[in-house]
């Protein structure tokens, strides 16, 4: 709700002078600090990505040989075969 009248303009005042106050009496730094962000190249998070993905498949490993040697099999056996 909005207030009008020379009382609403009265509280706006104060509420305005109470942020300046508060702005000009906030605590600063000293010194400003330069922010540096790490950035790592682009081939490390290529490589990193590999190397992951080569762990994953050397851990599966178990469970992925006989469905590659199905897939081998289905593949070597339709071979000849023609539509």
């Given amino acids: 709700m909005r207030r009008s009248g020379v009382g609403g ?3 706006s005042w104060k ?8 702005e ?3 605590r600063k730094p000293l010194v400003e600090v330069q922010r540096c962000e790490i950035v790592l190249p682009r081939w490390l998070y290529i490589a990193a ?10 851990w599966l490993r178990d469970l992925l040989t006989p ?3 199905a897939f081998i099999i289905a593949y070597v056996t339709r071979a000849g075969e023609t539509y």
């Fill in 9 to 11: 303009l009265a509280v």
């Fill in 15 to 22: 509420m305005m002078s109470h942020a300046r106050h508060m």
């Fill in 24 to 26: 000009s009496t906030r």
């Fill in 49 to 58: 990505a590999i190397l992951i993905a080569g762990y994953v498949v050397y």
């Fill in 67 to 69: 469905i590659l040697l």
